[in-house]
């Protein structure tokens, strides 16, 4: 049984940040959310546009500011998050820890590393940055669902690409005897490309068929792409549909509360202990869920 010093702080200013930053189901908490979200869509917005060469020579110091400013205030939020925990490791080494870290680490990174000639290469860090958007999916509720459809499905996944694997392997081996090297398919590797093309209905047309049977062999591997196309769509739906919550059952909602073990989402307001380490879970005070 985890003891009291592993929990949370029960009072005082560092309980009410924690309820703030990581309790999404009170009114403080929904507004940091909102807050955090625009912030880290206008972050990724400046970073797109400092790609494109115009607006860079136009608008590049402003982009500079703003990119500094985000990352200012994605540090303080870093830095909050490891204040209002019991053991700041724990969330450093989860999964949003590492992301928090990557998104904030590749501009401090260019103060310490001069741009030389030699090192102008190391500006491919600063597309680091990119790793803000993935702090999105800790605000979306249904993430949680849909990555335990996916893990629910994984198996019946991994069979299904294995046969597409063998499928392609063996449509592109006959499409080489059909057509050969005269007619684009140079090898073996060539035609399984082609059959890869082929199946997923994408048709670059760079390599296609010219006798009749290695045409009638292509008709029928487009009309099974249409059909395999289904297939992981349909595993993953089921899934989805088997671990929907009963909407019948409001006592039990699923909500935000984070495990401070480690660092879990998704529990039941009236759960007492984490449903993955066990963990005993703090209950917000009364008058801190809304």
Not at 45 to 66: H, N, P
Not at 177 to 204: D, K, N, Q
Not at 261 to 288: M, T
Request: hydrophobic fraction near 45%; glycine fraction near 6%; charged fraction near 15%.
């Amino acid at each position: 049984m985890p003891t009291q010093e592993n929990l949370i702080p029960l009072s005082g200013w560092r309980r009410k940040l924690y309820i703030i930053i990581y309790e999404a189901d009170t009114r403080a908490g929904r507004i940091f959310d909102m807050a955090l979200i625009i912030a880290i869509l206008l972050s990724v917005a400046c970073v797109m546009l400092e790609s494109v060469s115009s607006i860079r020579q136009q608008y590049g110091t402003l982009l500079t500011v703003l990119d500094w400013t985000f990352t200012i205030l994605f540090t303080i939020e870093y830095t909050l998050r490891l204040i209002c925990v019991h053991k700041p490791l724990r969330y450093v080494k989860s999964f949003f820890g590492v992301i928090d870290l990557l998104s904030i680490l590749p501009l401090y990174l260019g103060l310490f590393i001069p741009e030389s000639r030699f090192l102008a290469d190391i500006r491919i860090l600063r597309l680091l940055r990119m790793f803000r958007i993935l702090k999105l999916s800790r605000h979306l509720g249904e993430a949680a669902q849909l990555r335990r459809a996916l893990l629910a499905s994984r198996r019946k996944i991994t069979v299904f690409l294995v046969t597409v694997i063998l499928l392609v392997i063996v449509l592109g081996t006959l499409m080489y005897v059909i057509e050969g090297p005269e007619h684009g398919f140079t090898s073996i590797p060539i035609s399984i490309y082609w059959a890869i093309v082929t199946l997923t209905t994408v048709g670059f047309g760079d390599i296609t068929p010219k006798t009749p049977l290695g045409q009638a062999l292509a008709s029928l591997v487009m009309i099974t792409g249409y059909g395999i196309i289904a297939v992981p769509t349909g595993i993953v739906s089921a899934e989805i549909a088997r671990s929907a919550p009963d909407p019948v059952s409001s006592d039990n909602r699923s909500a935000t509360r984070l495990c401070p073990h480690c660092f879990s989402e998704g529990h039941d307001w009236d759960a007492q202990y984490c449903k993955h380490c066990g963990g005993q879970l703090p209950r917000p005070a009364k008058g801190e869920v809304s």
